[in-house]
């Protein structure tokens, strides 16, 4: 029977993605502000994409720059890849548990306040040429 989960690892070792990538969990921020950025850097150079974060004025887009320059340096020290020939492959965002809160309303009732989290993942890869 050991043997049998031992071949199992191995499988899920040799099937598992190569690519460089880094996720950033519990970002107290919607998914859906976060996956506006997202959308606008996603398929973009290493490069580029940090240039467009930078001069992007949403809240996400400072928690962005530290997960790609997470991602790029994942891959520089890990994978030995030079961070000027990646690119953004994938990246998105998940929603992660929602912190509810209460705000007192009229006569005694209340509402609610959903406080949202993301878990956000990017993944790049080498440009091919």
């Known amino acids: 029977m050991a043997t049998r989960i031992k071949e199992k690892a191995i499988a899920r070792a040799e099937s598992a ?20 950025v ?9 490069t580029d994409a940090l240039a467009i974060l930078k001069a992007t004025p949403k809240a996400a887009s400072e928690p962005l720059v530290k ?6 340096a994942n891959a520089e020290n890990n994978l030995g890849k030079n961070k000027n020939d990646l690119y953004v492959a994938e990246c998105f965002a998940n929603a ?7 705000r007192a309303r009229a006569k005694g ?9 993301s878990h956000i993942t990017i993944i790049l890869d080498e440009v091919a040429d």
């Open 96 to 102: 992660g548990p929602i912190l509810k809160r209460m």
């Open 17 to 36: 993605d190569k690519r460089p990538s880094a996720t950033a969990k519990y970002i107290r921020i919607s998914p859906d502000k976060v996956r506006i």
């Open 109 to 117: 009732s209340g509402a609610r306040i959903n406080k949202r989290t």
């Open 38 to 46: 997202l959308d606008i850097i996603r398929g973009q150079k290493y």
């Open 67 to 72: 997960l790609l320059n997470s991602a790029a």
